[in-house]
């Protein structure tokens, strides 16, 4: 089963938290030596990470990640360091291999590249909280409950993997996401009344970034355009949109405009139907028991 709409390839038992992999697969070691490779024309170019950030346009915190082989690069990234860099198409001939990727379903592997290089992510989640907002305690809860069981080493991984990956909404200052997530996601306590409280305060405390936009879909409502279940849309730097449906088993990327059409209609009705900011920030702060 997926945990927090992150893709999962059920037969390696690895999430695929926008490219995290479990420590000593052939995937991290790819990583790793991408992310060599990059230090060291780095480093021939005579210039710090500090220095190199703002010249490729990514933050200190994306270039110390990719080069200590924790992440997968944004599409665009190897393109300009190795023309930053004069890497003669080495850097480039690397990023290559890093598509090859085992463990990561490929309906996941796709989705996770374009991500992280997204205009705007747009989710909808009505069987738990998804895990760019989760907390180590909820995330925690999620993967000692699954089944079949994971041991403690796969926990540890999958956890530091899914707390990577969600660098992405304060790595991604210019990337607009939006969040809209059904009351009863709360109110079920998943991992206990701490768990929730600890929980709440963390998206209230995302909410206030200007790139995060979180809304409530509360327990009644007459009208609801989600019914179909949980659902992503995705809007790159080209302004081409693409969708991603979750599954128990399964994933499905989306890229037939038709079908990211219907999603697009239903996620735009649900902004609708859905609280306003302002008022769900409220719903989480009396679920919370704030006065």
């Known amino acids: 089963m997926t945990h927090g709409t992150d893709g999962i390839d059920s037969t390696h038992g690895t ?5 995290a992999v479990r420590p000593g697969s052939e995937p991290h ?19 710090t990470q500090d220095q190199f950030a703002p010249l490729v346009g990514y933050s200190l915190e994306t270039i110390a990640s990719i080069e200590q082989g924790r992440r997968l ?12 860099l004069d890497a003669f198409g080495v850097i480039l001939a690397a990023a290559k291999h890093l598509t090859r990727r085992k463990g990561l379903a490929s309906w996941f592997r796709q989705w996770a590249l374009l991500e992280l290089g997204a205009l705007s992510l747009y989710t909808y989640e009505c069987r738990l909280i998804p895990g760019l907002l989760q907390t180590p305690a909820y995330a925690r809860t999620l ?10 080493e796969q926990i540890e991984a999958q ?15 210019n990337t607009a996401f939006t969040f809209i997530l059904e009351e009863h996601l709360f109110l079920r306590q998943l991992g206990g009344e701490e768990v929730t409280r600890e929980l709440i305060d963390h998206i209230l405390e995302l909410s206030e970034l200007r790139n995060v936009d979180i809304q409530i879909m509360p327990l009644v409502r007459h009208h ?15 302004h081409q949109w693409f969708g991603y449906l979750e599954g128990q088993e399964h994933g499905q ?3 037939d405009p038709k079908v990211v059409s219907v999603i697009q209609m239903r996620c735009a009705s649900m902004r609708s139907q859905a609280l306003s900011l302002d008022d769900s920030k409220s719903l989480m702060r009396r679920m919370r028991g704030a006065r």
């Open 143 to 152: 993967f000692a409950d699954q089944l079949p069981p994971l041991d403690d």
């Open 224 to 238: 609801h355009a989600g019914l179909h279940g949980p659902m992503q849309l995705l809007e790159t730097p080209e």
């Open 73 to 84: 690069p944004p599409p665009d990234f190897a393109e300009r360091a190795d023309s930053i």
């Open 159 to 173: 956890l530091a993997a899914r707390l990577e990956r969600q660098e992405l909404l304060r790595n991604r200052p």
């Open 253 to 255: 990327f989306v890229s």
């Open 29 to 47: 070691y790819n990583l790793k030596m991408f992310g060599e490779i990059v230090k060291t024309f780095r480093k021939r170019a005579r210039l």
């Open 15 to 19: 999430f695929g938290n926008g490219g």
